[in-house]
Each structure stands twice: as structure tokens, then as C-alpha cells.
């Protein structure tokens, strides 16, 4: 199986100036979209072999909420906080996290990760998933959803 690469991006949180940015919780809404990701990711047969997270709490809260629905346990991982990028992100899948690492992080960084990556300009919203199989040869992007599609799977899931 070639490694996947999964990026989800953090849940709708508090307005800017609310409070400290790393200290910005999730909104209702982006409580929701956490744990439609995590259901849509499990409905879709996704078993992580590793989670990790940005140690901002609205991206925290969102790797535990997804994580639920995927039965793992997220690992803060201070790196993804801000300044995160590709070169970085492949260093994440190999033999220390496996072939199918999912982090939860921030945007710009994510989007120019998927460019960097495969070449693709995506617009990455609140709460939305990437998948990216990284092939001896090339990369693919192999899923992009909004949130709204992913909470349409869970409640699909759930009946």
C-alpha cells in the first residue's frame, strides 16, 4: 500500500481577538465539523497509524473529537502550530508514524503543502480533509472535501 498523507484542517473557532490565537476554542460549529470528519474518516474505512496535531486548542479540539469517531489517540506536535511545510510534512510518513498519518493543523500551511506536493491549488476550508498518496514516483491528491460533504457522509454513516 502506498503511504497516504491526510490533512484536516481545524473546525470553525472563536473570532480573531477573542482571545489569545493559540488559546481560540472551537466554535459549535466547529465542534460538529470535528466529529463529522472523524465519523466520515472512519465511515470511509481510514485507520490512521498516526495523529498528530498543532498544540493550538481549536486544532486539538479537533484532533480529539475526530479521533473519537477513529478510536486513536491524537500527539501534539509543536512543529505544526505555524511554518509548517512539505519537506516537513513527508518526513512524517515513514517508519516512525507509519503509512497513513492524518495531522490536524492551520492554513496557509496545509494549502501549500497540497501545492507543493502535487501541484494542485485547492482552497482548504475550516474543517476540511486532504488525502494525499505519496507513490515512489509521484504524488496524488485523492480526496479533497469541504466540511459540509463530510457531515454528510457521518449522518449517512449513522442511519
Request: glycine share 10%; aromatic share 4%.
Amino acid at each position: 500500500m502506498a503511504q497516504q498523507l491526510w490533512l484536516l484542517r481545524h473546525g470553525d473557532a472563536e473570532p480573531h481577538g477573542t482571545r489569545d490565537d493559540h488559546d481560540r476554542k472551537l466554535s459549535e460549529r466547529g465542534v460538529e465539523q470535528a466529529r463529522a470528519a472523524g465519523k466520515a474518516l472512519a465511515a470511509l474505512g481510514f485507520e490512521p497509524t498516526a495523529v498528530l496535531t498543532s498544540p493550538k486548542v481549536r486544532a486539538r479540539d479537533t484532533a480529539a473529537e475526530a479521533c473519537g469517531a477513529l478510536l486513536f489517540k491524537a500527539v501534539e506536535f509543536p512543529p505544526l502550530a505555524g511554518g509548517f511545510d512539505a519537506a516537513a510534512a513527508l518526513d512524517l510518513c515513514g517508519p516512525e508514524h507509519g503509512d497513513r498519518v492524518l495531522i490536524v493543523g492551520h492554513e496557509p500551511d496545509f494549502s501549500q503543502i497540497v501545492y507543493d506536493l502535487t501541484g494542485a491549488r485547492i482552497d482548504m476550508k475550516k474543517g476540511g480533509l486532504v488525502g494525499i498518496r505519496l507513490g515512489s514516483l509521484r504524488r496524488e491528491l485523492i480526496v479533497l472535501m469541504r466540511p459540509h460533504e463530510l457531515i454528510e457522509i457521518a449522518r449517512q454513516s449513522d442511519q
